[in-house]
Nanobody, 122 residues
Framework: QVQLVESGGGLVQAGGSLRLSCAAS????????MGWFRQALGKEREFVAA????????YYADSVQGRFTISRDNTRNTVYLQMNSLKPEDAAVYYCAAKSTELTNANSYAYWGQGTPVTVSS
């Protein structure tokens, strides 16, 4: 089993920045990839970014490409999501996920964190 704990969400003005963190514990050896998803009120959960544990290869949704950066620190078993130039449409609950066979598909991830809310004021 893997446990994931997110932190770093909050309220920010449009154009501002936030950094989310996701700390993993438990059966770390199971993790091949970690991802970030988000879910706005009344909408489906959507892929934001993912990073492979071994090579650090990164993947992004088109909507965040160039503004968000995913990174990892394997010594701390932690993944980060640096979010810059935030827009009101980025507001959502952000979830960390781990272990997947299909990076952008939420249904393929085995483990999930509890989520951290991000609010962007215009």
């Amino acid at each position: 089993q893997v446990q994931l704990v997110e932190s770093g969400g909050g309220l920010v003005q449009a154009g501002g920045s936030l950094r989310l963190s996701c700390a993993a514990s438990g059966s770390i050896f199971e993790i091949n990839v970690m991802g970030w998803f988000r879910q706005a009120l009344g909408k489906e959960r959507e892929f934001v970014a993912a990073i492979t544990r071994s090579t650090g290869t990164r993947y992004y949704a088109d909507s965040v490409q160039g503004r968000f950066t995913i990174s990892r620190d394997n010594t701390r078993n932690t993944v980060y999501l640096q979010m810059n130039s935030l827009k009101p449409e980025d507001a959502a609950v952000y979830y960390c996920a781990a272990k997947s066979t299909e990076l952008t598909n939420a249904n393929s991830y085995a483990y999930w964190g509890q989520g951290t809310p991000v609010t962007v004021s215009s």
